[in-house]
C-alpha cells in the first residue's frame, strides 16, 4: 500500500512545517515500523526519522532536538513529522516509509521499508 505525504511548502529559516502520511485506502498497514526519509538534489536519500509499535524512535543526528516523529493510530493516517527551527539545509523532498521490519527501524535504512510515498517538497530559504 503506498501512502501519500502532504504538508510540504516553502518557509523561512527558522520557521515550521507538519508532514503528514496517509496510508493507501482498503490496505490494513501492520504499522510494525514507520519512517521518513529525505533526499535534496545531488545528495543519497537519508533517513531523518523512524517510529516502531513499542514507540521506539529514531532520529538523524542533524534533526535531533528539531523535528519530531509521532504515530497516528487509527484511520488512514499512519504518521506525522513535526519540524521545527528548519534551516536551509533541511530542503529536499521528503518521504513518507511504511511497512518496515521491527528490528531494522532504528537502522535508519532505506532497504527496511516495503512502501514509499511519492514525496512532498520541503524548501526553507535563508
Known amino acids: 500500500g503506498q501512502p501519500v505525504e502532504s504538508g510540504g511548502g516553502s518557509v523561512q529559516s527558522g520557521g515550521s512545517l507538519r508532514l503528514s502520511c496517509t496510508g493507501e485506502t482498503g490496505y490494513t498497514y501492520t504499522r510494525i515500523c514507520m519512517g521518513w526519509f529525505r533526499e535534496a538534489p545531488g545528495k543519497e536519500r537519508e533517513g531523518v526519522a523512524s517510529?516502531?509499535?513499542?514507540?521506539?524512535?529514531?532520529y538523524a543526528e542533524s534533526v535531533k532536538g528539531r523535528f519530531t516523529i509521532s504515530r497516528e493510530d487509527g484511520g488512514e493516517n499512519l504518521v506525522a513529522l513535526q519540524m521545527d527551527s528548519l534551516k536551509p539545509e533541511d530542503t529536499a523532498m521528503y518521504y513518507c516509509?511504511?511497512?518496515?521490519?521491527?528490528?531494522?527501524?532504528?537502522?535508519?535504512?532505506?532497504?527496511?521499508?516495503?512502501?514509499w510515498g511519492q514525496g512532498t517538497q520541503v524548501t526553507v530559504s535563508s
Open positions: 517510529i516502531d509499535k513499542n514507540g521506539r524512535i529514531t
Open positions: 516509509a511504511a511497512e518496515g521490519l521491527y528490528d531494522g527501524c532504528s537502522g535508519l535504512q532505506s532497504r527496511n521499508f516495503a512502501y
